[in-house]
């Protein structure tokens, strides 16, 4: 899908190695430099968008970096991405050490001047540790984790409902997002897709393992200033005025 003409095409952060932006972002006086937190189906990546697209940031997203690695062939991969996939298709988390080389791999998108918004890093307190220094090492801050929040019962219904196109990756629910015609692609026609681990009691794991596992995460950046917890109840449109919203206040 080719890039929006106002948005950067991120080549930089999606192939790493050498690549270059065709279509870098717009230099910014106080760029901007956001993380994002939040359990499976909040609705993060939603945000992101819309933050990237109202202020003119990267959306750098750890999972759009390995649905475009799978595209490559393994000789346009490094080898710390082709160690990221192997886990990946083994049903595995990647580990620490790998998910943070993958970072230092893009580390210049980290300290673009137009700014970002990450996606899906860190994950643990030891990423959140090894992100830190390696933004100081570059003369760089982020200036808020946005942390979104919903109930776990609300979590995993939102999982549960979701449908997933294989072919252009769109996204649709059944009960707040459905497609135009049932169980198809409103954009390629192709047939949706419930992935396994958004089934009720897959999706429950998910959910309970991630509300465990970031607690100490939370915690840091907490300590560090700089966390803007958000109710992610409502529609898109709603949660993304709170994080405008919030995001002001934290300037003044």
């Given at each position: 899908?080719?890039?929006?003409?106002?948005?950067?095409?991120?080549?930089?952060?999606?192939?790493?190695?050498?690549?270059?932006?065709?279509?870098?972002?717009?230099?910014?006086?106080?760029?901007?430099?956001?993380?994002?937190?939040?359990?499976?189906?909040?609705?993060?990546?939603?945000?992101?968008?819309?933050?990237?697209?109202?202020?003119?940031?990267?959306?750098?997203?750890?999972?759009?970096?390995?649905?475009?690695?799978?595209?490559n062939s393994e000789c346009d991969r490094t080898p710390t991405m082709i160690m990221a996939l192997e886990h990946l298709r083994a049903g595995a988390l990647v580990p620490d050490e790998i998910a943070q080389n993958l970072i230092v791999e893009r580390s210049r998108c980290l300290r673009c001047k137009g700014g970002f918004v990450l996606d899906g890093f860190p994950r643990s307190a030891a990423q959140a540790v090894a992100l830190?220094?390696?933004l100081t090492a570059q003369d760089v801050r982020l200036d808020a984790i946005l942390h979104y929040e919903l109930p776990v019962e609300t979590l995993i219904a939102r999982l549960n409902g979701r449908r997933h196109c294989p072919a252009c990756q769109a996204v649709f629910h059944v009960v707040t997002r459905p497609p135009k015609r049932s169980e198809y692609c409103d954009f390629c026609n192709t047939g949706l897709v419930q992935r396994e681990t958004e089934r009720p009691e897959d999706a429950r794991v998910r959910v309970l393992e991630y509300e465990l596992n970031t607690i100490p995460l939370v915690d840091f950046y907490r300590m560090k200033n700089v966390l803007i917890s958000i109710n992610a109840e409502g529609s898109p449109e709603e949660v993304f005025e709170r994080t405008l919203a919030a995001l002001q206040n934290q300037q003044r």
């Open positions: 899908m080719a890039a929006k003409p106002d948005l950067p095409d991120r080549a930089a952060w999606l192939q790493g190695g050498e690549a270059h932006c065709d279509f870098a972002p717009n230099v910014q006086l106080y760029p901007r430099r956001l993380g994002l937190l939040g359990a499976p189906g909040v609705g993060k990546g939603t945000q992101a968008r819309l933050l990237s697209s109202r202020l003119g940031v990267c959306h750098l997203a750890t999972g759009e970096l390995f649905r475009a690695a799978k595209k830190d220094k390696l």
